[in-house]
């Protein structure tokens, strides 16, 4: 399709998805107050319920992202993110007004459904834009998803501080007026020459890992990315529990260190990255990033001055080098012809650890702070993040004393 003579149908796409990825971030300042209020649990349960609520979310996202691609191949983009944004704000209406956590769990499982539009979307802006604006453009796309991530917890945060349910009505407000601007702006792209039928063997999100199999000399450095991101998902996945439970912090200022943090984290793979691979190159990097984030997991997990911790928060991001030094590498062994299916393996595998870690790191918090505990450790998914930074530069080092040996 033709490029739009106004940039209003791009707007509402960066919209979009910068409320697909506020989504992820608004509620996790004010869930464990939430949960409280709903179930009348301690900080404890309900970090045990907010692991749950979270893997459910990032289920349905893995399976329902793939699906609403090819869904909006043979029906259309514009009904596709319509209908997901309308659905979207009844979700958050009935976040709002949840009073049983079944009902919250459910509110979850929709709100990962509608949050998987980013594939729809980007092919949006695929069918809009020239060749030589694509890459651009999509790069647009990630930092809209970066923005959402560092104005969700805000916005959770500060209208937390109103009551956990104040931030639910927000987001339904937003999503109802991107969802308006929409209607009136957003052109059809998909023409009878580039529709396609819908078919369910596209839309199998399991696909990408048949390729793994066929990427013999990627296959540790894969067993590492999925370790690694398993591990650094504990911060979306328990800091506001830990840091409530270890320090007291209010919602706001549980939003303002997941803030900080993902503004850390753009600095650095925005900016800082090339300072990195100029002094260390990709593999030093990434060894540099595993032994940081080890060193920051252990102090987290221990130290007990609130202040050091909020202090600490944006420096923590300095380690977060890893990921884009693996792909760095993986991409050079996958060889040109295999770009894709080694995206597409990534991307699923990522998708895997953000389902098992918020469950694992939940329950491990609450097996060492609940009220039969033996020992009393709050930081102990800390620990398990350092353990795991040590399991990861043993899958790194391996291959290489073994091709020593041969």
Not at 20 to 35: E, F, Q, R, S
Not at 40 to 54: E, F, K, P, T
Not at 277 to 304: K, P, S
Request: contains cysteine; positive net charge; aromatic residues 10%.
């Amino acid at each position: 399709m033709k490029e739009p003579h106004n940039r209003l149908p791009i707007i509402f796409i960066l919209v979009t998805l910068v409320l697909d990825a506020i989504g992820i971030g608004l509620i996790l300042p004010v869930m464990p107050d939430l949960i409280h209020d709903i179930e009348g649990v301690d900080v404890s349960r309900a970090a045990a319920w907010g692991g749950i609520l979270m893997t459910c979310f990032a289920v349905m996202q893995f399976l329902c992202g793939p699906l609403l691609g090819n869904l909006s191949d043979r029906y259309g983009r514009r009904p596709v993110l319509l209908l997901s944004l309308a659905t979207m704000a009844l979700d958050y209406v009935v976040m709002a007004l949840a009073g049983s956590i079944w009902l919250l769990l459910a509110a979850r499982i929709v709100g990962g459904v509608t949050a998987s539009t980013q594939a729809t979307a980007s092919a949006f802006i695929a069918d809009i834009s020239r060749p030589e604006d694509k890459a651009a453009r999509f790069g647009m796309v990630g930092a809209s998803f970066g923005i959402g991530f560092v104005i969700g917890p805000l916005i959770g945060g500060f209208l937390g501080e109103l009551g956990p349910r104040a931030p639910f009505w927000a987001a339904a407000a937003l999503a109802m007026a991107n969802l308006v601007l929409g209607y009136f702006v957003l052109p059809e792209t998909v023409t009878d020459r580039i529709r396609r039928p819908f078919e369910w063997r596209r839309a199998n999100p399991l696909g990408a890992f048949r390729s793994m199999g066929r990427l013999p000399g990627v296959r540790p450095l894969m067993l590492l990315f999925f370790l690694y991101e398993f591990a650094m998902f504990i911060y979306p996945a328990i800091w506001a529990y830990f840091t409530q439970y270890r320090f007291g912090w209010s919602a706001g200022t549980i939003g303002v260190s997941l803030a900080l943090f993902g503004i850390g984290v753009a600095v650095v793979q925005g900016g800082l990255i090339r300072v990195y691979l100029r002094v260390l190159g990709e593999r030093n990097m990434v060894w540099f990033g595993l032994t940081y984030n080890f060193v920051a997991f252990l102090v987290i997990g221990f130290v007990g001055n609130s202040l050091a911790v909020l202090l600490m928060t944006p420096l923590i991001a300095l380690g977060a080098v890893v990921t884009p030094g693996l792909l760095g590498i993986m991409s050079k062994a996958a060889g040109d012809d295999r770009q894709g299916e080694l995206q597409g393996a990534v991307s699923s595998l990522r998708s895997v650890a953000m389902i098992l870690s918020p469950l694992v790191m939940t329950q491990i918090f609450a097996l060492f702070t609940g009220e039969s505990a033996g020992v009393v450790l709050p930081g102990a998914p800390f620990v398990l993040a350092a353990i795991t930074m040590l399991v990861c530069a043993t899958v790194f080092v391996a291959p290489r004393a073994r091709a020593a040996q041969t």
